[in-house]
């Protein structure tokens, strides 16, 4: 079973709504990741932040907002989206960003927030 | 056991039988590889990894071969199992910085 939770599961939205997507893990991971997936696609990345600094963001509009409020929780504040914004939704965590070893510093993935805009 | 082809998008397979699975890879400078398999409605779940000074490592019933020559990367599943049922991706970290690039994925059918 994955150590990284993500809520909710489902969520529906209307296009003038606010929401938000949560994220958290307790394996002490200091690297945390948002990617998008749609449908019989691979996942996209979206969003790295390291030691709770954004390091990458991948162009993603801006109605995406990420939000890293500590080291176990990544929050990804949803605004104004679009219905092509429906997708799967996946958080990740990874020790770290650095160079990746066999001991351990793989990306783990959450079971992730399925998104419509409707 | 069956053979696909590169980019292959659907592999059929009888219980029992051995399974593999094909990736290429675009990234000369990707040193680190790893296999996810993903069930309907859920998240990518590690399989296995490897890194790119080793050419084979083996895990519970699953096997990761790695040609740098050919940027070829493969997933040998031993007994294929109806739970092995998935779409299975491969992934490269790239230019590194905890980006990784996803394959286009294969979807594994295990027939009993």
């Known amino acids: 079973d994955t150590e990284v939770t993500q809520t909710p599961k489902h969520l529906v939205m209307g296009m003038t709504n606010k929401k938000s997507l949560k994220c958290e893990q307790h394996m002490g991971h200091r690297a945390m990741y948002w990617y998008k997936q749609k449908a019989k696609k691979p996942p996209e990345l979206m969003f790295v932040y390291s030691y709770e600094k954004l390091s990458i963001n991948e162009s993603v509009p801006s109605r995406f907002s990420p939000e890293c409020p500590n080291s176990s929780l990544l929050n990804l504040h949803l605004h104004a989206l679009q219905p092509e914004d429906s997708a799967l939704y996946l958080c990740a965590s990874s020790q770290e960003t650095g160079t990746v070893s066999l001991s351990g510093n793989t990306i783990y993935f959450g079971e992730g927030s399925w998104l419509t805009v409707v | ?112």
């Open chain 2, 1 to 112: 056991g069956e053979s696909v082809g590169l980019h292959l998008p659907t592999l059929s397979v009888q219980e029992g039988d051995n399974s593999i699975i094909n990736c290429a890879y675009s990234n000369s400078a990707s040193d680190y590889f790893i296999w996810y398999k993903q069930e309907s409605g859920k998240g990518p779940q590690f399989i296995i990894d490897i890194r790119s000074n080793m050419d084979k490592r083996q895990g519970q019933r699953v096997t990761v071969l790695l040609n740098k020559t050919v940027k070829h990367l493969s997933l040998q599943i031993a007994a294929t199992q109806p739970g092995d049922s998935a779409v299975y991706f491969c992934a490269e970290n790239g230019s590194g910085g905890g980006k990784l690039i996803f394959g286009q994925g294969t979807e594994l059918s295990v027939k009993p």
